[in-house]
């Protein structure tokens, strides 16, 4: 089980060896990542902890309950909080002593980096990269040049190749230590994904049924999937998220007549999202940039028919192993284009299947298995080994497989 990691955390023999943090616990895919990982390495006989900077408003008791500790109890609002955060983080730091701690988020990268640093702890830190540099606040980036080629920084992962490319420009010493660690769905994700996959979607109605699932935000680009619905007559399309820019796109929906074709569903939770998009013939997901989606993932992994945006990671994303496109990608800010594709697809059931095959193989392509594997691997690299007594149940466990 892992257990919630705060300030005065047991520092017993029982002490988690490796820590997976983040600077919040806002609900999406890098938080489930963690907890997914964390999960599967524990089950390999490694001790794992969660820990969050601090909660986002209403998130602590939820979080709390997933395995999240917090350093601090409520968010830091002014350079003074950020520098009490410093001294709180080595203060953690020397309680708990884990062996790594694998950081998230770009604020949580650079803090970690500098405190296990100060700590004296021997503790080292895995960076890792879930959206290209491009992405992050240029004095996020500044530090990250110079914090990441730290002898505390002992790896940086990215989630894709293409990601990893974004970081070209920075330091020999910084690049040396990139590696690409594909994300992939969790093995109890995968089996109740299984369940659904290649189901006969009810077309009754006659309509193609559009899915996209993610936050709100500029970044999902939700507003060209909704413009280009005024191209696709002869499709519907439900959005599952929430975020800031809700507001704005009912306004777009109304602006462009389109209440009876576009629903914002809000946001639910990761089971009730799956079957809903059980139901769905083609999955949308047109972000102005991503890491690699775990919403890509499980669309991909139920056989739902992929279109995305051009972008590299997203290209990279529904690329299988060998070099083949399995999803269909549109230019970014095409409304026009993406509306003549769905419509096509509304109209062609062959050319649905076909695309929904090859959906389905991608999404097969990276599994859970691997991807605890290449974790596991790259902290035996650092001398993080299975614990004598977790090996033994870890064993157990296998047998009963």
């Not at 974790?375 to 299975?386: D, H, I």
């Amino acid at each position: 089980m892992i257990r919630p990691l705060a300030i005065g955390a047991d520092t017993r023999p029982g002490r988690p060896q490796v820590v997976f943090a983040i600077t919040h616990t806002e609900p999406g895919g890098l938080r489930e990542i963690w907890q997914d990982v964390a999960a599967g390495l524990e089950e390999r006989g490694l001790r794992t902890g969660l820990v969050s900077l601090y909660p986002r408003a209403g998130e602590r008791v939820e979080a709390g309950a997933a395995g999240w500790g917090f350093i601090l109890n409520r968010p830091r609002r002014t350079p003074w909080s950020a520098i009490a955060l410093v001294w709180r983080v080595v203060h953690w730091l020397r309680q708990t002593r884990p062996r790594i701690v694998i950081t998230g988020m770009p604020f949580c990268n650079v803090l970690f980096s500098i405190c296990c640093t100060m700590a004296g702890t021997g503790t080292k830190v895995i960076l890792s990269h879930h959206t290209p540099s491009f992405t992050y606040q240029n004095v996020l980036n500044i530090l990250d040049r110079r914090t990441g080629c730290s002898p505390a920084v002992a790896a940086i992962i990215s989630v894709s190749d293409a990601v990893g490319r974004s970081f070209a420009a920075w330091p020999v010493a910084y690049r040396a230590k990139q590696r690409t660690i594909h994300n992939s769905l969790p093995a109890r994700i995968e089996q109740l994904v299984d369940g659904m996959a290649m189901v006969p979607r009810d077309r009754s109605d006659g309509a193609l049924r559009i899915m996209a699932v993610g936050r709100l935000s500029s970044q999902k680009n939700h507003a060209q999937l909704i413009r280009a619905m005024a191209f696709a007559p002869d499709g519907v399309l439900e959005i599952i998220g929430a975020g800031e820019d809700e507001a704005d796109l009912r306004a777009l929906i109304a602006q462009l007549d389109l209440a009876h074709k576009v629903t914002l569903l809000g946001q639910f939770p990761r089971e009730d999202t799956l079957r809903r998009l059980a139901g769905a013939d083609v999955f949308v997901q047109v972000s102005l940039f991503e890491g690699h989606s775990l919403a890509l993932l499980e669309a991909a992994r139920m056989g739902v028919p992929l279109i995305v945006s051009q972008v590299a990671e997203q290209i990279e994303g529904i690329t299988d192993e060998q070099g083949e496109l399995c999803g269909v990608a549109v230019p970014l800010g095409d409304a026009t284009a993406l509306g003549h594709i769905l419509q096509e697809w509304a109209m062609d059931e062959a050319q649905r299947r076909s695309w929904a095959q090859k959906s389905l193989r991608l999404g097969h392509m990276r599994s859970s298995c691997n991807l605890i594997e290449h974790y596991e691997a790259l902290l035996a690299e650092l001398g993080v080994q299975r614990e004598e007594g977790n090996c033994a149940l870890h064993s157990r466990q296998e047998e009963l497989v």
